[in-house]
């Protein structure tokens, strides 16, 4: 079980000290959600008779199931896995094999990796990406064989990973994937989260399962669909709020970029509309939904990357004037900047929820709930 601690400013057991990583891992959990509250009350002040604060998470330490690492041979034969520092021009491997924000599996995992995977240049490993229980080895080249996964794959399974890919991309850098070269190595393509919503190996997830869960049910009770309304879902990603709000028999119609998010919102949203691509490309297809059912009540929901939401969705935003709206943000700067816009177009933010997702680190989740002004 992940474990819970309010720790003095000695660093976790397993930091590694020349970690970037984690800002806050120094500060007792007091301590950094006070520094968030007050980050998001300098962001938001615009709002801050209306902001609540910061939820704390349920776990701080051994709660990371979806990581992103880069991959180094060493000179001990053997891969290891961590961060690469860029500093006085020149770029430094951190290893993290023991990071205590890390599920205890993803460590394990990461060690039989470095124990079983062959070397380069044969095996040119640049990254390993874990969501849940699928992981993903990233090599530059265009083909690899998989000898070795015969003898990796039962002891992934004994830690509880249902799928191993191998993703082929000569490219890979800042943008890990590519849409070729995917080769399902061992298990299962897809894998189902504790709550049953089905995801893939490219999948986003937030980091704190209970904490989502009280912030989908908050934004569910402030839009409150069901017959007679029409929810919109922005970014709707595997299709979870997209999900009950299909149930509770809303109308409902999701946006997503990911071709692999839209195939497993499909099947975790049965009866809603899912169409793939850009919020800021979809707006046609979704005037024409809502043009087709005249009389609902409008309701949306958003959940826009760290860059907010893009000039033209907000102008659409403003001109479909929903009846109430829940935008879910991962930086407090783009959010403040949109809420302004879209409180200058006629919507008013209610309240202001905030969630500690990410202990240890310095970043905070805000979740702004908005009525259509009288």
Request: charged share 20%; aromatic share 6%; hydrophobic share 40%.
């Amino acid at each position: 079980m992940p474990e819970r601690t309010d720790r003095p400013t000695t660093l976790p057991p397993g930091c590694e000290p020349a970690c970037p990583g984690c800002r806050h891992r120094t500060l007792a959990a007091s301590e950094s959600l006070a520094q968030k509250a007050a980050h998001l009350e300098r962001t938001l002040s615009a709002w801050a008779d209306r902001l609540a604060p910061v939820l704390p998470a349920p776990a701080r330490l051994g709660y990371r199931e979806r990581v992103s690492l880069n991959a180094s041979w060493q000179a001990s034969l053997c891969w290891r896995f961590g961060l690469v520092r860029h500093r006085d021009r020149k770029d430094e491997f951190i290893a993290v094999p023991d990071c205590p924000v890390h599920a205890p599996a993803v460590n394990r995992a990461l060690a039989e990796l470095g124990r079983v995977l062959p070397p380069p240049p044969g095996f040119p490993l640049a990254f390993v990406a874990v969501s849940g229980r699928q992981l993903t080895l990233i090599v530059k080249a265009r083909t690899s064989e998989t000898p070795w996964a015969k003898a990796l794959a039962p002891k992934l399974k004994d830690l509880g990973f249902e799928g191993l890919w191998l993703h082929c991309h000569p490219a890979a850098g800042r943008r890990l994937f590519g849409r070729s070269g995917w080769t399902l190595v061992w298990g299962e393509p897809r894998s189902r989260d504790r709550h049953g919503s089905l995801y893939g190996p490219t999948a986003f997830s937030q980091a704190q399962p209970e904490l989502h869960a009280d912030a989908l049910s908050a934004m569910h009770r402030h839009l409150g669909p069901g017959p007679g309304t029409l929810f919109v879902d922005l970014y709707c990603g595997t299709g979870k709020s997209l999900a009950a709000a299909a149930a509770s028999g809303a109308a409902a119609v999701g946006v997503e970029l990911s071709g692999e998010a839209v195939a497993c919102a499909q099947e975790n949203a049965p009866g809603a509309l899912l169409l793939r691509g850009a919020c800021s490309l979809r707006r046609p297809q979704l005037d024409s939904f809502i043009a087709e059912r005249p009389g609902l009540r409008l309701l949306l929901a958003m959940n826009p990357p760290r860059s907010g939401l893009e000039p033209q969705v907000r102008s659409w935003v403003a001109r479909l004037a929903p009846e109430r709206a829940a935008y879910l943000s991962c930086s407090a700067g783009t959010l403040a900047r949109d809420l302004g816009e879209l409180e200058a177009a006629g919507l008013r933010v209610e309240r202001i929820l905030s969630y500690d997702f990410f202990p240890l680190t310095h970043h905070v989740e805000a979740l702004a709930l908005l009525s259509r002004a009288a």
